[in-house]
């Protein structure tokens, strides 16, 4: 009986069987119990996936949906290395071998990307906007684990994730379409349906459409005092699609224009409030309020709009021995974030003097992205199978972004006009409206980039390549309002750099099924302008601690590495793993600025040093199974300044946002159910281990917020709205306890059709995976979290 369910459970330990494209089938294994190869491009040109001088994983369509991935954060649980800060749809920042420096949040529009995310060969990542892409109809994602400044440049520091979509196939007319229903525990019934069409277009072109929707479900509740409780106030939807296109005119010329646009909405963070100031249980004087396991304060709807489109222009040439490839990319991005302000607001009304009922106004903070991207990448590349193989291109990109807050508060004016005889007009800003910014960038990036790889023996091989880069970036900004206290009217702001990323890899492969590598590679993330502090807001000392910090600088890291991966048993298992080590300079720390409610980038050094490794057994047509892990340690070397640990920045501080131990195993169990039947139940296991959301947050008496006249050094201020006692002390973990997730599933495929019923964290476990935090914790502190267990199924037709 052909294994197919050992597919999927090899994924996501990087030896998955799968197509490169839709025009390439896998080849037949010779014997049901071997574990088929997979074709990645990570190097820019086909390569066996076990024949990649690197560390890498690779999951497939029939992975994604055998394990019940519906996004980028279930691969990541799945897979070494990768970790995603859980922010919400369309909000998720990646690290790969916990390098990263703490959770990049809405207000820091200058800060770049660590890990370089690609739809195919596009750039579509930003630092904290990741696009939360519809998985249907991929062919995979790869993961590059370690610098990929060579190849990918900038913003691949750590590693790059790719998505590699299903291309259009000439000759063949197919496809599928999928409906999905899931219930979540104690929350909401979510649905969706999506569709793939490819269809020849005559002997010579091909066109292959994709269109989705999915209707997320909600599990927060929102509470409010004098107010009923709203249910499962954060469900969103995701909808869009992509049209591709691929033409042979010649044997020697191939053309693939596309388009993709999707658009999500959500109605609310998956926030679990530990205090808020305008609802809590400590006070006597105002309704009390207990959110509960899974609620959170809000006075009015939250939520994200984000639309996104692409399109994108590939080309390749054929020039007998050599080819050309041209990628032409442009991206138009809008994005609007709405959230309740209203504890800010209210929490700087009651220091001026306000009264509980006049913090209470409704104060919505809008957060405004608009981004028009245009990138083109050349290369010339060898196309023959000889010893010596090489790539050639350049690179340039040209980005406009703008970016603002607007703090619309009714009433405002009047009421600061009664405490402090000031109103709007006073500071520069729209009627009752206490903060104002807006931001605009113009960011340029040429680059040139080579690699070589030669075997001079059949045990020997050596890959080396090197990339420039140059880039600037201009920025003209505008702050007004009382919250930013003096104003800033088109402030001009300017950074630019240059530099070298170099890579050598040398590889040894005693036999055919072994090899070694060794490497030594350079990545870098380009740096950026801070903007200026609410010094309205900011207490004398963090005024001096936080100000006169203008710019960062490129974070650039030196990572030394060795691998190996290997085939035994008769290529019945799978054994990858590898050491590094990782020296990062000017890595960049994102400080929360006390009581200026603003953050700045603070540049650090540190390292980081760890150990991966994968194992995946087929021992027979039925069994599957394997096991994963990563062991990250990664610390700062040294103070910020002599003695002096600013934002968190000390030697031997552990560096915030990823685990140091993350691990996924997974057992799969494959058998016939009559005939043209077959079936399998697969059972996934992950464990993440307990990490920090930010630097500051391992200081001492980080987890304290108190009104006591000693309150400890550290500690936030509890504000007093409510009548809230004197000596009255919370205390939160400021640490994120590790968590384990669990998934069964049980399916079954036909020729023509294939379903499957499943439970998503079956023990119904509670992670908190970031800590939220307002005005540095006076305001408001709580969790984001993952979604409770979750029943579903999922049918899908294929012709």
Known sequence: MKSWIGRGAAAFFTTVPFAATAQTPPPAAADDSLIEEIIVTAQKRATSLQD?????????????????????????????GLYITDLGPGQSQVAIRGISAGQIVRDQPGVKESVGVYLDESPISIALFTPDLDL???????????????????????????????QPDIGKFGGSAEFGLDYVTQGDLGHDLKGALN???????????????????????????????????????RAGGRIAFRFEPTENVVITPRIVDQKLETNACARIDVYNILGNTYTTTEPQVDVGERGQVRQFREGLDDDFRLGDLKMDF??????????????????????????????????????AAQARLNSPLYDV???????????????????????????????????????????????????????????????????YSHLHYNFKQFAAFGEATYRFSPAWGVTGGLRYYDFSEDRTLTFAGLFADQGYTNQPGKTDSNGISPRVILTFSPEKNTSFNFQVAKGFRLGGINDPLNVGLCSAADLVTYGGKPNFKDEKTSNYEIGTKTRVADGRVT????????????????????????????????????????????????????ISATYADNKITQDYLPGQPIGGVREGARMPTSPEIQAAGSLAYNFP???????????????????????????????????????????????????????????????????????????????????????????????????DRERGRSARVGYLTNQPRTYGMAFTLKF
């Open 369 to 435: 992205t608009s981004l028009q991207s245009w990138s083109q990448e050349l290369r010339l590349a060898s196309t023959g199978e000889g010893a010596f193989q090489w790539l050639a291109g350049a690179y340039y990109q040209k980005t406009k972004r703008t970016y603002g807050q607007d703090l619309p508060t009714p009433g405002y004016d009047a009421l600061t006009d009664a405490l402090v005889g000031a109103d709007s007009a006073d500071f520069n800003s729209p009627p009752d409206t206490p903060f």
């Open 136 to 166: 249907y109809d991929l062919d995979r994602v790869e993961v590059l684990r370690g610098p990929q400044g060579t190849l990918f440049g900038a913003g691949s520091s750590s590693g790059t994730v790719r998505y590699i979509t299903a």
């Open 199 to 237: 269809a020849p277009l005559g002997e010579k072109a091909a066109m292959r459409v994709v269109a989705y929707r999915t209707d997320m479900p909600g599990f927060i509740d929102a509470y409010y005092p004098g107010r009923t409780v709203q249910k499962d106030v954060n469900d969103g939807s």
């Open 673 to 771: 159910m009559g005939t043209g039947l077959e079936s399998y139940v697969r059972l996934t296991v992950q464990h993440v281990g307990s990490s920090f959301t930010q630097l500051g947050d391992k200081e001492a008496n980080f987890g304290i917020i108190s009104n006591a006249a000693n309150r400890p050094a550290g500690s936030a201020r509890l504000i007093n709205l409510g009548g809230i006692p004197a000596n009255t002390t919370i205390r939160f973990d400021s640490e994120l306890p590790s968590y384990d997730l669990a998934n069964l599933r049980w399916g079954f495929r036909a020729d023509s059709w294939e379903g499957a019923f499943y439970v998503n964290n079956i023990t119904d476990e509670r992670a908190f995976l970031s800590i």
């Open 575 to 626: 054994l990858n793993a590898a050491v590094f080590f990782t020296k990062i300079s000017d890595l960049q720390v994102v400080a929360d600025a006390g009581t200026c409610s603003s953050r700045i980038i603070l540049n650090a050094e540190a390292r980081s040093q760890g150990a991966e490794v994968e194992i995946f057994a087929h021992p027979t047509a039925n069994w599957d199974f394997g």
């Open 318 to 355: 054929g020039f007998g021995s050599v080819g050309l490839t041209s990628v032409s990319t442009y991206i138009n991005r809008d994005i609007t974030v709405k959230r309740d302000a209203s504890q800010l607001t209210g929490s700087v009304t009651i220091d001026l003097g306000g009264t």
């Open 52 to 80: 990649v001088p690197f560390s890498i994983a690779a999951v497939t369509a029939q992975d994604i949906k055998e394990s019940g991935a519906s996004n980028l954060v279930d691969i990541a649980r799945n897979v070494p």
